[in-house]
């Protein structure tokens, strides 16, 4: 997931729901929403499985702050078989969605949620409006930054969308990466504010969508993974 996140065009969620640990995770970070958190020790040690969390998000981190350089050496190196990869995972995922997850006739029964998901993500995908984030002034950098990284959670915690797409589409994509690599929290933390916030908005949305509308849900998702794989090819280089 932290490899996928680093990489437009694919979304961390993606991987995630590959391999079977979407829906925990959400429920999880959902736990969190101001709506419903109580912070009581014997509800946090009920709702969070810390054998299944903190792996998973040392993983990521570690793949996020580590594999910067191998993502850049695979794109630098092996692009087009890099792009053929991730493609190919994102076929796989929207397979699984659709046959494994649930019976095809389900899926079948929701079409339009599918065609939707597709022009969503390919509409974003094929969007040639890129900001130029450094033409704005420093304290527009700053809300920009915020505004960035509540979108780039939000992409991410959706199947399809890639966060860090949403990052190169803002123009802030370079820097982030390279304040990763120098580790420079001071320019991160308005992108973390930002993160944080859709943290503690998003994940409960999406679980609400869930206990409504599952089957219909799933369709969709797989249409934004479907429709995102144009962006590998467009955004990645």
Same mark, same amino acid.
């Not at 991987?15 to 020790?41: D, H, T």
């Not at 794109?75 to 994102?90: A, D, G, H, Q, R």
């Not at 929207?94 to 899926?107: E, H, M, R, T, Y």
């Given at each position: 997931?932290?490899?996928?996140?680093?990489?437009?065009?694919? $979304?961390?969620?993606?991987?995630?729901?590959?391999?079977?640990?979407?829906?925990?995770?959400?429920?999880? %970070?959902?736990?969190?929403?101001?709506?419903?958190?109580?912070?009581?020790?014997?509800?946090?040690?009920?709702?969070?499985?810390?054998?299944?969390?903190?792996?998973?998000?040392?993983?990521?981190?570690?793949?996020?702050?580590?594999?910067?350089?191998?993502?850049?050496?695979?794109?630098?190196?092996?692009?087009?078989?890099?792009?053929?990869?991730?493609?190919?995972?994102?076929?796989?995922?929207?397979?699984?969605?659709?046959?494994? =997850?649930?019976?095809?006739?389900?899926?079948?029964?929701?079409?339009?949620?599918?065609?939707?998901? %597709?022009?969503?993500?390919?509409?974003?995908?094929?969007?040639?409006?890129?900001?130029?984030?450094?033409?704005?002034?420093?304290?527009?950098?700053?809300?920009?930054?915020?505004?960035?990284?509540?979108?780039?959670?939000?992409?991410?915690?959706?199947?399809?969308?890639?966060?860090?797409?949403?990052?190169?589409?803002?123009?802030?994509?370079?820097?982030?990466?390279? $304040?990763?690599?120098?580790? =420079?929290?001071?320019?991160?933390?308005?992108?973390?504010?930002?993160?944080?916030?859709?943290?503690?908005?998003?994940?409960?949305?999406?679980?609400?969508?869930?206990?409504?509308?599952?089957? $219909?849900?799933?369709?969709?998702?797989?249409?934004?993974?479907?429709?995102?794989?144009?962006?590998?090819?467009?955004?990645?280089?």
């Amino acid at each position: 997931m932290g490899l996928a996140e680093i990489t437009p065009g694919i $979304s961390g969620a993606t991987i995630a729901g590959l391999f079977n640990v979407y829906n925990e995770f959400v429920k999880i %970070i959902s736990f969190f929403s101001p709506s419903q958190f109580i912070f009581s020790f014997e509800k946090i040690r009920e709702k969070i499985n810390l054998g299944f969390l903190v792996p998973l998000i040392l993983g990521m981190f570690n793949a996020i702050f580590l594999a910067v350089n191998l993502i850049n050496y695979l794109i630098t190196n092996f692009l087009y078989e890099f792009k053929i990869l991730l493609s190919i995972i994102m076929i796989l995922a929207v397979l699984k969605n659709c046959l494994l =997850d649930q019976k095809l006739i389900v899926s079948g029964k929701f079409p339009f949620h599918f065609l939707f998901g %597709i022009l969503i993500a390919f509409c974003i995908s094929l969007t040639l409006i890129e900001f130029s984030y450094s033409n704005f002034a420093s304290p527009l950098k700053i809300l920009f930054l915020v505004f960035a990284g509540f979108l780039s959670f939000a992409a991410f915690i959706l199947p399809g969308i890639s966060g860090s797409l949403v990052l190169v589409l803002l123009g802030v994509y370079q820097e982030v990466i390279i $304040s990763l690599k120098n580790f =420079d929290f001071l320019y991160l933390s308005p992108l973390i504010l930002g993160l944080l916030i859709s943290f503690l908005i998003v994940p409960n949305e999406i679980i609400k969508g869930f206990k409504k509308n599952e089957n $219909s849900l799933r369709v969709f998702f797989s249409g934004l993974i479907s429709g995102s794989i144009p962006s590998v090819w467009l955004h990645l280089n």
